[in-house]
């Protein structure tokens, strides 16, 4: 059985940064994509970064330059490195891989307070 947990997240003024982490466990390899999603208060999940088994990346446009994702395949763990947060960055945050089929993590609250 997949999972996947978070840590990372927590309240910070803007400006500031966080990292998340989330490692993915159970019988698992091999994971083609990674990433991280986010939803804020009364609007859809969206898109923040994901990174290929080949290290190939997206971004958001809201996040470019600001985030940066990246993975220990050795640890089966994923990274969002979070500079210059804005309050319009608070939300949940959720972990996702691609492994056969879609897991999500639990997610994880980050507030950035102006």
């Known amino acids: 059985q997949v999972q996947l947990v978070e840590s990372g997240g927590g309240l910070v003024q803007a400006g500031g940064s966080l990292r998340l982490s989330c490692a993915a466990s159970?019988?698992?390899?091999?994971?083609?994509?990674m990433g991280w999603y986010r939803q804020a208060p009364g609007k859809q999940r969206e898109l923040v970064a994901i990174?290929?088994?080949?290290?190939?990346?997206n971004y958001a446009d809201s996040v470019k330059g600001r985030f940066t994702i990246s993975r220990d395949n050795a640890k089966n763990t994923v990274y969002l490195q979070m500079n210059s947060l804005k309050p319009e960055d608070t939300a949940v945050y959720y972990c996702?891989?691609?492994w056969g089929r879609g897991y999500w993590g639990q997610g994880t609250q980050v507030t950035v307070s102006s």
């Open positions: 159970g019988s698992i390899f091999s994971i083609n994509v």
């Open positions: 996702y891989i691609d």
């Open positions: 990174i290929t088994s080949g290290v190939s990346t």
